[in-house]
C-alpha cells in the first residue's frame, strides 16, 4: 500500500513536473517570438534611418546653404544702406551749404 501511494505521489510529481516544462516551453516559445519581432522591428527601424539619414543631411546642407546667402545678402543690403545714407548725408550738406550760400 505504501509502495502505491509513493508511486503515486512520484506520478503526481512528475505530472506536475512535465506540466511546469510544457509551460516552461510555452513560455520560451513567447519571449522568442516577441524577440524576433523586436529584431524586427529594430531592423525596419534601421532600414528607415539609412533611408532618412541622407535626406536629413541633404537638409542640412540646404540650410546652410540658405543661411550663408541670406547672410551675403543682408551683407550687401547694410552697404547699400551706408552708402545710399551717405550719398543723402551728402545731398544736405550740399543743401544746407547752398542755403547758408542764398541767405549772405
Excluded: I
Excluded at 534611418?49 to 540646404?62: G, H, N, T
Excluded at 543682408?74 to 550719398?87: I, M, P, T, Y
Amino acid at each position: 500500500y505504501e509502495e502505491k501511494a509513493r508511486a503515486r505521489t512520484l506520478e503526481f510529481d512528475l505530472q506536475g513536473a512535465r506540466e511546469k516544462e510544457y509551460a516552461g516551453r510555452l513560455q520560451v516559445e513567447e519571449l522568442r517570438g516577441r524577440l524576433q519581432r523586436a529584431l524586427d522591428e529594430a531592423a525596419t527601424h534601421q532600414r528607415e534611418l539609412q533611408v532618412a539619414r541622407p535626406r536629413a543631411e541633404a537638409l542640412q546642407e540646404e540650410l546652410q546653404e540658405a543661411t550663408r546667402a541670406t547672410r551675403s545678402q543682408a551683407q550687401e543690403f547694410e552697404d547699400r544702406a551706408r552708402r545710399l545714407q551717405g550719398q543723402l548725408d551728402e545731398a544736405h550738406e550740399e543743401r544746407d551749404s547752398r542755403q547758408r550760400e542764398l541767405h549772405r
